[in-house]
């Protein structure tokens, strides 16, 4: 690898995937830019000839592929932060180990727009859902999303709770989503839609509607296993660091109704059995400053026990721009 830094890094994240991994990173390889990339692989200890694979690809492209082998297991959150924080691109895109991507002008496309549209920090397309052999299938999660995202000003769409973005079709800008790459154990919670409400704090977000991807459904998926749909630690400890960040540096003056969802995502917080003492404390220390009146506190009340119906987002700066 030269000593020059790509315009984009391709975080692969690899485990147990031997029957897919070849058909992933050969997905980058195809990809037509004038634009140097590099693909960063991190190989989780696998039991399985996974590392093997990548190893034989490593040495095929060594100017492309950089490979991040590891002794011990990771676990899917930390290992997708160590591969984040070997990345030297100035643009991040998402591909994992068993999906793969089905045009050869993807990152070009994506490149180009946000070369051209400096407010907006992430790009993301339809995609193909397919099964284990990569025939396409249909998937209702899929078409739900694909009927229901949104665009421009997103971050509060996503705090109520709806990730609209698959994540093998996304490239967004490096520097929205920095870490402390001293450690990763600090992010143990980390997925992607973590990674998307970090950015969509502080930039709008850009659906184009071409697919450019196939994600594979499998029993053997990450996000197919009961564990992770049902980590509710997982989830709290997302949605602390989310508004803790968000009142660090909000990215402007919210309304009314922003400052009624704020509250209530706070009220969930200090709720919720999971979060320790500090957590808790630290979350009470802000919750005055989205106080949303009396009235607006028993409207959050009444809508919970169904009432009222639930409140409804209607901000401009939710909205496409």
Request: charged share 25%; with cysteine; hydrophobic share 35%.
């Amino acid at each position: 690898m030269n000593s020059t830094n790509p315009m984009v890094s391709i975080c692969m994240a690899a485990y147990n995937h031997e029957g897919f991994i070849a058909k992933a990173i050969e997905s980058v390889m195809m990809q037509e830019t004038d634009f140097p990339i590099e693909l960063v692989i991190g190989e989780d200890c696998s039991p399985d000839s996974t590392r093997a694979i990548c190893e034989r690809y490593a040495a095929k492209y060594p100017d492309r592929i950089r490979l991040l082998p590891s002794k011990t297991n990771y676990g899917m959150s930390k290992n997708g932060i160590r591969i984040m924080n070997n990345c030297r691109g100035k643009y991040i895109a998402i591909l994992d180990g068993d999906d793969f991507w089905s045009d050869p002008h993807k990152l070009k496309m994506q490149v180009e727009f946000l070369e051209n549209n400096p407010d907006y920090g992430l790009i993301h397309t339809d995609v193909d859902p397919v099964d284990d052999s990569g025939t396409p299938i249909q998937a209702e999660s899929v078409e739900y999303r694909r009927k229901n995202h949104k665009e421009g000003y997103v971050f509060f769409n996503m705090l109520s709770g709806f990730n609209f973005i698959n994540s093998c079709t996304a490239l967004f800008r490096h520097d929205l989503l920095k870490t402390d790459a001293s450690s990763i154990e600090k992010y143990w919670f980390a997925y992607d839609f973590w990674y998307w409400q970090r950015i969509a704090m502080h930039s709008k977000v850009y659906y184009l509607n071409k697919k450019t991807a196939c994600y594979r459904m499998h029993q053997g998926g990450i996000t197919n296993t009961a564990q992770f749909k049902k980590n509710k630690l997982r989830s709290y400890h997302v949605l602390h660091d989310v508004i803790e960040q968000f009142h660090m540096a909000p990215p402007h003056s919210l309304n009314e109704v922003e400052k009624r969802m704020i509250f209530q995502k706070i009220i969930s917080l200090l709720y919720r059995k999971e979060g320790s003492l500090r957590m808790k404390l630290s979350t009470l220390k802000i919750m005055p400053h989205y106080f949303p009146g009396f009235s607006g506190v028993a409207d959050i009340l009444l809508s919970k026990i169904g009432v009222r119906a639930p409140l409804k987002l209607a901000s401009k700066h939710s909205q496409a721009s």
